[in-house]
């Protein structure tokens, strides 16, 4: 099956300074990546769904000038996280998918990446 | 608006035995389709099965197998002969390709295997 990595896997950062997180389709072409955040014991929510070289499509209350996404090439998007707080202290999980193959069906999964804000 | 329901928040399996998991759906739409995901505590997700919408036939994929009711909108998940590494929360989840590829997951079982 088709890879998709994440890094950092988990990061820790101070009140106040941002983090970029990584998600890279290592084997395919992805034309749209999404990014997830899941609280324990909680399902996934989506946050936004980016879409190589446009810019991303936000779900209703997730404020776009904190989490920033960048989907520039097919095998990269970006997620920061601006003036982190304590309360976006999440796991936050990256999929992606090619919308153009002829199985465009199934997402493939990051293995996410915890971040904790002191 | 698609919605999907997992009306089970926990489940428990003896080991060897069979368990099934429960899932309903509403859509109005024809084509679409349904995923079970295995999430492990290690949390990365990992797609149990698939299954397409006009097919009538359920999915299997070893010990996992579907009970796809179209008209019910019904999509349990069957796991026979249940092993310790099948200890996970597990999500169904819908798609259909004019939302731009989202999934819309339900709210998780957690399943546990007594030995």
């Known amino acids: 099956g088709a890879v998709v990595s994440q890094h950092p896997s988990w990061v820790i950062c101070k009140s106040g300074t941002s983090v970029k997180i990584e998600c890279r389709s290592l084997d395919f072409q992805a034309t749209t990546m999404f990014w997830y955040r899941q609280f324990p014991k909680q399902s996934l929510m989506l946050m936004a769904t980016?879409?190589?070289?446009?810019?991303?499509?936000?779900e209703q209350g997730v404020e776009k000038d904190k989490f920033l996404i960048n989907h520039a090439s097919l095998t990269l998007s970006t997620l920061t996280v601006t003036s982190a707080h304590p309360e976006d202290s999440s796991f936050y999980i990256c999929s992606a998918l090619n919308l153009l193959a002829s199985s465009t069906d199934t997402q493939y999964f990051g293995p996410g990446t915890r971040l904790t804000v002191l | 608006a698609q919605t999907v329901t997992q009306s089970q928040p926990e489940m428990s399996v003896q080991e060897a035995e069979t368990v099934t998991l429960s899932c309903t759906y509403d859509t109005s739409e024809s084509d679409y389709y349904l995923f079970w995901y295995k999430q492990p505590p290690s949390r990365q997700m990992i797609l149990v099965i698939r299954?397409?919408?006009?097919?009538?036939q359920n999915a299997t994929e070893n010990r996992f197998s579907v009970n796809f009711q179209k008209a019910a909108k019904s999509f349990s998940l069957k796991i026979s002969d249940s092993q310790l590494g099948d200890a996970a929360m597990y999500f169904c989840?819908?798609?259909?390709?004019?939302?731009?590829?989202?999934?819309?997951f339900g709210q998780g079982t957690e399943l546990s295997v007594k030995p």
């Open positions: 980016s879409n190589e070289g446009s810019k991303a499509t936000y």
């Open positions: 989840a819908y798609w259909y390709k004019s939302v731009g590829g989202k999934l819309i």
């Open positions: 299954q397409e919408a006009y097919k009538q």
